[in-house]
């Protein structure tokens, strides 16, 4: 892949045709939530998006999105939630090392946008209720019944296309226009013929994800994720940080993604972690555990990484296997012939290519109770055993530009630019800086999140400027 050029230009004013209060470049969940959002305020916007139908990273995702203090909450029954017990999670997972004012933003926001989506644009939500995803509290993690990303990118589409809001397809947005004020005007943008154009406005949100299907970008910032598999949307080309640098715009925590451990191999599919929560185990080609599976899949994809040949199996029993069923995802792996059945511990040894004393021995410590990782395991696995055999993978970055909590872009000093604003993966995320940072459901947290307060901040930019003309 060729690295694409993303630049900017300066001018006095552009000629376009065209001109609209807010342009959202990126149709996944953050572009298409702010323009929802803004719809909702009676502000104008239009969406370029680069395929020819929106999916991007939210489509190859599970679709859950983790909100407390929400209506399908309280509906469930679950009490003792709060943005400030949620933002504590994230921190907890980040050691810390979260951005404070944006993980309180987010925690805050993200409640709010669920109802809002529900209330207003006919997503309805359920809670998966379960199990606990590796490092929440409390149940919190939502998904529309379907429970796959195409399932909210369809939902989304829906309710865009009902608002009546505009989506441009085909449309490789390559250059920001701005003023000698830092103020963006316009964008300039290709079309499938080759033909440039140029679109005027009064504010600007990037929501265009981060820079996974970038290998040279990945490379230098992720060096462990430079040969992984990529789950994510090849689009992710790191469009944000190239303008970014362009402008002199400060950057945050690049260092920070969202890996997995259990992507299915040759079939590249995402087979779900909760059967790691609720007693799954992940071994290696010797019929050994490597790590606390519990502790998060996002760092399991560098633990599965560096095993003999970058793989592991996932192995589990029939409980675990009719929780798996419960996932679209898996459905799809297990149809595609990923799903292997052993009737024995000879039979799951001979699968997976260890000497079968060793994987008894494993077995027999899962039996133990406790395992000298610190897991806990409230019972042993049963025969018949299943496998599936899984590599480790990235799916998208958490780091990008630095945003104020408002969604505005912050320049190398601090400060803001006037009306430019980066949300869900074109911005930083709440993640820290490392892999192990990633609290589950932390991409679409933000892109959801980031979208719904990138709305708020981009309308009031709008109406300060229409009252000041």
């Not at 997976?352 to 027999?364: K, R, Y």
Request: include cysteine; aromatic fraction near 6%; charged fraction near 15%.
């Amino acid at each position: 892949m060729n690295e694409p050029q993303r630049t900017v230009r300066r001018a006095a004013k552009v000629e376009a045709e065209v001109h609209v209060p807010v342009a959202i470049v990126g149709g996944g969940a953050c572009g298409l939530t702010a323009a929802l959002m803004l719809a909702d305020t009676g502000v104008n916007c239009v969406v370029l998006e680069r395929d020819a139908l929106p999916n991007g990273s939210t489509a190859l995702s599970s679709g859950f999105i983790p909100a407390p203090g929400t209506r399908t909450q309280r509906e469930h029954g679950v009490a003792g939630d709060s943005a400030g017990r949620f933002a504590a999670d994230i921190q907890a997972k980040a050691h810390g090392r979260a951005a404070p004012a944006l993980v309180e933003a987010y925690a805050g926001a993200i409640g709010p946008a669920l109802d809002a989506l529900q209330a207003r644009h006919g997503l309805e939500w359920m809670l998966l209720d379960g199990f606990l995803y590796p490092g929440h509290s409390v149940h919190r993690m939502h998904s529309l019944p379907q429970k796959t990303g195409a399932a909210l990118m369809a939902a989304l589409l829906a309710a865009v296309e009902a608002a009546g809001i505009p989506v441009l397809t085909q449309a490789v947005v390559d250059t920001l226009v701005l003023d000698d004020q830092d103020r963006v005007i316009g964008i300039d943008y290709l079309r499938p013929d080759g033909r440039r154009e140029t679109l005027g406005c009064d504010a600007l949100l990037l929501a265009c994800n981060g820079f996974g299907g970038n290998p040279k970008m990945v490379r230098t910032l992720l060096p462990e994720m430079g040969e992984a598999a990529f789950g994510g949307h090849v689009g992710n080309d790191g469009s944000a940080i190239l303008w970014g640098t362009a402008l002199g715009a400060r950057l945050r925590d690049l260092g920070g993604y969202q890996g997995h451990g259990s992507w299915v191999t040759p079939q590249g599919a995402l087979m779900s972690w909760a059967v790691m929560m609720e007693g799954g185990v992940q071994l290696n080609c010797e019929g050994r555990r490597f790590h606390d599976e519990t502790q998060g899949y996002s760092e399991a994809a560098v633990h599965v990484l560096a095993q003999p040949g970058g793989i592991a199996w996932n192995v589990f029993d029939t409980p675990l296997l009719a929780l798996a069923r419960g996932f679209p995802d898996f459905c799809e792996a297990e149809a595609a012939g990923a799903l292997r059945r052993c009737d024995s511990v000879a039979a799951l040894a001979e699968c997976i290519g260890c000497e079968a004393p060793v994987l008894q021995a494993t077995l027999d410590a899962m039996r133990d109770g406790a395992a000298p990782d610190g897991r806990v395991f409230a019972r042993g696995l049963e025969a018949p055993y299943f496998a599936v055999k899984v590599t480790g993978a990235l799916f998208h970055t958490q780091g990008g530009l630095d945003t104020a909590p408002d969604m505005r872009v912050l320049r190398q000093d601090g400060t803001p630019l006037p009306n430019l604003l980066a949300a869900g993966g074109a911005a930083g995320g709440v993640s820290g800086d490392a892999v192990w940072g990633y609290l589950s459901g932390n991409g679409l947290l933000s892109a959801v999140a980031g979208g719904y307060i990138a709305a708020r901040t981009a309308a009031a930019l709008v109406g300060h400027k229409e009252a000041s003309a």
